[in-house]
């Protein structure tokens, strides 16, 4: 009965057609849909309603319905044509091509086939010329940018897409010739946060490798505009104009190792003023109350990276010098900083300690004794000028720039605590009742400690007050750096002490069946404390922390060899470990000194104490900025280690933060992927790409993602008889994602390199053709882009394997990706598809038009 109902109501919604009444035919053939289970019928009725949906201009809906008609007979021509024709209507004119190209197959002589063909043939032309054309599309964002009646998710969209442009050459010139700066800086005259961080990127991509356009905007946006766009609160944006800035000054000095463009140089013959107003700028940032925590960061880390020498064979280091002369006291106004006095400016928790590093660069950057002299003596002024018998604040500040300086310079330091009256103010601080003095003399007297000459006056003078101090303070912080001393059983003991609070003890496994037969034989069973329990470890871990215990590790690691026994060394190595057990609480441990503290426990002592602080050094070095953790040439020192955890009697946690660590050093420098490969890291790395474990496959892959820069690591895999690149192939065919986006930028990269390891990487596997389709059609953009990257390679690589390749179905591949709108989420994989389509073209293998 219901299927005889359903076959009345297709009749009924056919007669509603034809009275032309679209809605009540829809309606018909929906409630015949619902009673029929009859393929044919079913068929029909879904091609009918695709025609209403047309006729209503529903064209997803006619689509739909077409398509579910299409998987019942895929060859119901009435189903293609209807959903050709709604497909145009959405503008999918290449898939109602498709449709129509399949009609005109079945019914060659069918004159309205034909002609449909040919008109989305030259639709579709039109629409690649206008997509390819880069004018078309500066021109239409201008269009919506000007137009102030624009609605703000399109001023939005179109931003965006100026900052996909702004990173093309060609897009980057026409934004640049149509007046596109003073349309950039009306966006950031918005105030609207979104729209100022495109005009921000925007500005850094037309910037990049460009040095005539970086003069012309650094001079229409203004240096001081820039500065106060990086002042602000916000961390995203002032990073944003941090690289907007760092894109600037590599192209004024040349440092983005870019070809500059036409005949620039002629246009732009000095730099040097640019370059100093600059810094003058940064410099005036760091002592600026109107500047953020953020933004002070943001500035110090440019002057890091830009002011000292990247090589000390460079005999030029007049940057340093200018910077000692016209900055060094404010940098040492920001080392001097006490947040708990009302008059300091605002920080993060990194900012002395970035402070401290950029005056060890800048010490390290001297050339000769008369520098390093006017360095010393512009430090003394400035700590003495603050003496003030009637101003303890000034006292307060004074020390703790001595406290900064002892953190960045060692050498330094230790002179200026020979300046008259230091060690007495620390000691006299310590009597004080302001426990915001006696904090800031304390953690003084503790770097000032590390050494036994300079303790002698600390244990003659200070420590019946540290004991005082001990004994009535409330304040945690307070408490934990007093008990840094130098005799050899105190240490033992506060270490014993701080294992047992962070229980980073090894702790034997219960096996549950023996805890029974114990029960059993009426044995004692000992139980597991509830203040042993995780969350309460945690808390106690995190007190510890806000209480300032990195600190007072750090300083007693620096204590002389013959107090600080290897047994002691052990005890702090594990309860570091323990400490850096939580990525949030890492950043904290670095900014206290926590890295440069756990390099010598992982280089002597006991075997048990150098596993756990290499251990903890992973961790740090897995999640956290190597310039910062470990600044200068100490980062160096962090391969071994690690290397020394990459081994089959480790267990899979130390194996894992191991290879994440060795990743981020790797993807810092060629001097690291040297160092680690020098290490003989290299062998080890391969092996856990062999893993059956996901995650340390994905680690070690990800590592040799990185590693593959380096040269020698290049001339393994061009070897013969090895299976280090059939490895990579393979690995680019995984399941896993992550595994898959590290193995494709390997091979993306050898492929780069080397024009021999294209070629060879056809022969190692008969899978690599299907495994490289896979790649550029992957759902991931960033595992296709790599995948376009490849095919790009191999392209140009070899006329032979270039047509290889466009005989296959990659050059289809390559269309459709091609034609694609290139947002900015898409950009860099449309623009890829089309240089492989341009090479092709090159070669003569397609012609223009296809």
Known sequence: MAEAEAAQLKEEGNRHFQLQDYKAATKSYSQALKLTKDKALLATLYRNRAACGLKTESYVQAASDASRAIDINSSDIKALYRRCQALEHLGKLDQAFKDVQRCATLEPRNQNF????RRLNTSIQEKLRVQFSTDSRVQKMFEILLDENSEADKLEKAANNLIVLGREEAGAERIFQNNGVALLLQLVDTKRPELVLAAVRTLSGMCSGHRARATVILHAVRIDRICSLMAVENEEMSLAVCNLLQAVIDSLSGEDKREHQGKEEALVL???????????????????????????????????????????????????????????????KVVGQVPDLPSCLPLTDNTRMLASIL???????????????????????????????????????????????????????????????????????????????QLVAVEALIHASTKLSRATFIITNGVSLLKEIYKTTKNEKIKIRTLVTTDKTILYSVATTLVNCTNSYDVKEVIPELVQLA????????????????????????????????????????????????QTKELLARVFLALCDNPKDRGTIVAQGGGKALLPLALEG???????????LAKIAAVSNPDIAFPGERVYEVVRPLVSLLDTQRDGLQNYEALLGLTNLSGRSDRLRQKIFKEKALPDIENYMFENHDQLRQAATECMCNMVLN??????????????????????????????????????????????????????????????????????????????????NLLAADAELAKKLVESELLEILTVVGKQEPDEKRAEVVQ????????????GFIKPVS
């Open 114 to 117: 034909q002609e449909t063909l």
């Open 270 to 332: 000095d730099t040097k003023k640019d370059l100093k107003q600059i810094t003058n700028h940064l410099l005036d940032m760091l002592v600026s109350k109107k500047v953020s925590g953020q933004g002070r960061d943001q500035a110090m880390n440019l002057l890091n990276k830009n002011v000292p020498r990247k090589d000390l064979a460079i005999h030029d280091n007049s940057r340093t010098l200018y910077v000692v002369d016209n900055g060094l006291r404010k940098i040492l």
């Open 359 to 437: 005056i060890n660069k800048l010490y390290d950057d001297l050339r000769c004794d008369p520098e390093r002299d006017h360095f010393r003596k512009i430090c003394e002024e400035y700590i003495t000028s603050k003496f003030d018998p009637q101003d303890m604040d000034k006292n307060v500040i004074a020390i703790q720039t001595v406290s900064g300086i002892l953190q960045g310079p060692f050498d330094l330091g230790n002179q200026l605590l020979g300046l008259k009256g230091v060690m007495e103010m620390m000691v006299a601080l310590c009597g004080s009742e302001r426990e915001v003095d």
């Open 519 to 566: 029960k059993f034989s009426k044995q004692h069973v000992p139980e597991e404390h509830p203040k042993d329990k995780k969350d309460f470890i945690d808390m106690r871990v995190k007190r510890l922390l806000k209480a300032g215990v990195t600190s007072a590790l750090a300083c007693m690691v620096k204590a002389d060899s013959a107090i600080l026994t290897d």
């Open 606 to 616: 006991t075997d048990v104490g150098k596993v756990k602080a290499a251990h903890a």
């Open 711 to 792: 040269k020698e690591v290049q001339e393994r895999f061009l070897a013969d008889g090895n299976d280090r690149l059939k490895l990579v192939v393979l690995l680019c065919g995984e399941d896993d994602e992550k595994v898959q986006n590290a193995a494709a930028g390997a091979l993306a990269m050898l492929t780069a390199a080397h024009k021999k390891l294209c070629l060879k990487m056809t022969q190692v596997t008969t899978q690599w053709l299907e495994i490289l389709q896979r790649l550029c059609l992957h759902d991931r953009l960033s595992v296709q882009h790599r995948g376009l990257v490849i095919a790009y």
């Open 832 to 843: 890829t598809a089309r240089e492989c389509l341009i090479k092709c073209m090159d070669y």
